[in-house]
């Protein structure tokens, strides 16, 4: 069994270098605090997508999107629903990596803790902003870089 997972992972790693582009957004996205090689390899095959789309439609996609429950006079809360959830599973441990030991995105969950969100509503929030940087990043090919970033 560990041999079969070792033998797919090291097949998954030449897969993403054997292709030019998926070796460029490979090497953006590990620059990353909190992002390693399987997040990437997730991110890679479940959202093909990113960095071709803008913010709202990746975290749609992604399954981070908000959607408010309004029918009539009916007013809930908004859910996330509709997309692809394995995006949203497979950046769930890398958002509480990030959280420990990304400044920015750590400033940004504190931000969001301190005004009354609940914690799972706020590791969504960090999700999704997480992602709409990543987007942004491999858009033009740009490494992490916070100093460019606002949260």
Not at 38 to 51: D, I, N
Not at 69 to 90: D, E, F, N, P
Not at 141 to 151: A, F
Request: net charge positive; glycine share 4%.
């Amino acid at each position: 069994m560990k041999h079969d997972i070792k033998s797919l992972n090291k097949h998954i790693e030449e897969l993403i270098q054997s292709h030019e582009k998926f070796r460029q957004k490979k090497e953006c996205l590990e620059t990353v605090p909190g992002i390693a090689n399987k997040t990437v390899a997730s991110l890679l095959c479940y959202l093909p997508e990113l960095g071709s789309l803008n913010r709202k439609q990746i975290a749609s996609l992604a399954d981070l999107a908000p959607y408010a429950c309004k029918s009539g006079q009916l007013r809930g809360k908004a859910i996330i629903k509709g997309g692809r959830s394995s995006v949203r599973k497979a950046l769930y441990m890398p958002i509480l990596v990030c959280i420990s030991f990304n400044p920015l995105i750590h400033h940004f969950y504190e931000r969001l803790r301190k005004q009354g969100k609940a914690a799972k509503v706020a590791l969504t929030a960090c999700m999704r902003k997480l992602l709409t940087i990543l987007n942004a990043m491999l858009k033009t090919l740009q490494p992490w870089n916070p100093k460019l970033l606002d949260i």
